[in-house]
């Protein structure tokens, strides 16, 4: 299968996931809402955070193994591919149990750094060593998801997850049902845990994508010395990243209470959804950039990145503008009015998202090059500049602050810093990069934005029901046109055409431009 349509299905297959995802979240909200109080879904909400701050175990380690995976896996006969994954395994084992370990004795501390009130504490620490003991568990194996990821296997492991998703809500209403009240999660995500690495763990096996059984070598020092050497770097780029993108719930619950972290949690779960959607394009463009960069495909590969950075931003744009239009009023009807969400919230996190896109892209192209160098500072140093002025702000500015403070230091820290990087590999002159999809993303940004005026001068005499459908019926359909007439470059929309169906190549040639 070519790099092309292996990202093709991958990207197809991510909606698939996404899609069962969106259902998911759609549907536990008000479910959970139903037997659990606000505060309770707030402890959840603290719960997850604080989870992945203690993934920063990982020290950079799964990249590290998928990026050195994807730089052996065209020789399985060496051992070095067979040495390579026993190392991993024994590494992520030890970060399994340094994970439980931390949850374990750690829950506590973290009860009473969040300002958790006493009478929910007991709930609050159970969940969290439990919740630290399933994330261990899913390090301790995660091998195989990375072997799926190096051979660009990324559609089979959407597809697991999509029906994760989907039987994952089935568990959630049998515990809700069960009176298992608040320890419902853990129940759900035991279940996902099981289910997933039981799946990966067949699809490596049935595709033969681990090394011949004599080719397995043995773990060495030396495998161990490369992955640490590659992951610290990584690791440090990582934990800047959860202070950037993670924290905001930590800052809400500490300077605004659990209340507030509940309305976060719920106000910015499209939010959430949507940067996933848009990051897709670039993630799941990663193990062919990789290959390409192990091949000295350079030429391909310029191309290829300036592409996709332009196809991610288009998304972006026009994402934006629907979540702009929609979200507050999404919200209101979602939770039946229980949570209210301010809009003006939804056009500054827009403004963030459009920037982030940028920061992505070119900061996790860095990363794949393995020349990380100066900006795992720049991530650290913005992520400590945002815990500091974001807690200072948000007690009297409240949610337009702490989303104003990211806003303001992706734009000063990662953005430029890496523009710089990816204009010098290269060898852009800066701003041709930028103008590039700055010009398509401002031509589709005008369209989106008309239209959403209208709309929502229209809409000012619906209730929020019709409302909501009125914006998302017109401007789904519109965002998915300008898309494919203005996200790809021609080459891309000719390549694109001639993957597709024959007897649907008529139709889709004019909406892409390539009948041209």
């Given amino acids: 299968m070519s790099r092309l349509r292996f990202f093709l299905h991958s990207v197809a297959s991510s909606y698939v996931s996404l899609a069962s995802n969106l259902i998911y979240s759609v549907a536990s909200v008000p479910l959970a809402l139903h037997f659990i109080t606000k505060q309770e879904f707030g402890l959840w909400a603290l719960m997850f955070q604080i989870t992945s701050y203690l993934v920063v175990i990982d020290f950079g380690m799964s990249p590290a ?13 060496s051992g070095a591919y067979g040495s390579l994954i026993q190392t991993a395994v024994l590494v992520n084992l030890v970060q399994g149990l340094l994970i439980l370990a931390a949850g374990l004795l ?72 069960a009176q298992s009240g608040v320890y419902s999660i853990l129940w759900m995500n035991a279940f996902a845990l099981v289910f997933s690495v039981s799946a990966n763990c067949w699809n490596c096996l049935r595709l033969r994508l681990l090394p011949p059984r004599h080719a397995w070598g043995r773990p060495v020092w030396s495998r161990f010395k490369e992955l640490f050497m590659y992951s610290k770097d990584v690791f440090v780029v990582h934990l800047g990243s959860i202070l950037i993108m993670t924290s905001q719930s930590v800052i809400v619950s500490r300077t605004m209470g659990l209340v507030a972290v509940a309305a976060w949690a719920v106000g910015t779960k499209a939010f959430a959804f949507l940067s996933q959607l848009i990051y897709q394009f670039y993630d799941y463009s990663e193990p062919a950039f990789s290959e390409m960069i192990v091949r000295g495909e350079k030429e391909r590969l310029r191309a290829r990145f300036s592409g996709i950075l332009v196809v991610s931003e288009v998304i972006g744009t026009i994402a934006a503008v629907i979540y702009a239009s929609c979200n507050s009023t999404f919200v209101t009807v979602w939770t039946a009015g229980k949570i209210s969400w301010s809009g003006w919230n939804d056009v500054l996190l827009d403004c963030w998202l459009i920037v982030t896109v940028v920061v992505h892209a070119d900061s996790c192209f860095t990363v794949l090059t393995k020349r990380i160098g100066f900006m795992r500072y720049v991530y650290l140093l913005e992520g400590l500049v945002f815990v500091i002025v974001a807690s200072l702000a948000a007690p009297r500015g409240g949610f337009p602050a702490i989303i104003g403070t990211s806003i303001l230091c992706s734009a000063c820290f990662t953005g430029p810093y890496g523009i710089k990087r990816i204009n010098a590999y290269f060898g852009f002159h800066f701003p041709e990069l930028e103008l590039r999809w700055l010009a398509t993303a401002v031509r589709v940004a005008g369209i989106m934005i008309l239209t959403a005026l209208v709309l929502w001068y229209i809409g000012q005499r619906f209730s929020p029901i019709p409302r909501l459908v009125l914006n998302a019926v017109a401007l789904g359909p519109l965002g998915l046109v300008l898309f494919l007439r203005y996200g790809t470059t021609r080459e891309m929309r000719v390549e694109v055409l001639g993957h597709v169906p024959r007897f649907f190549q008529p139709v889709l040639a004019p909406l892409l431009g390539a009948d041209k």
């Fill in 65 to 77: 193994v998928s990026r050195l995976l994807i730089e052996e896996k065209d020789r399985p006969d």
């Fill in 106 to 177: 750690l829950a506590p501390s973290f009860a009473n750094l969040l300002r958790i009130p006493t009478e929910l504490r007991p709930q609050f620490d159970i969940l969290v060593r439990y919740q630290c003991a399933i994330a261990g568990a899913t390090f301790a194996v995660r091998v195989f998801r990375n072997i799926l990821y190096a051979h660009q296997r990324n559609d089979i492991i959407n597809h697991m997850q999509a029906v994760v998703f989907l039987a994952q809500l089935g568990v959630f209403y049998a515990a809700l049902k």
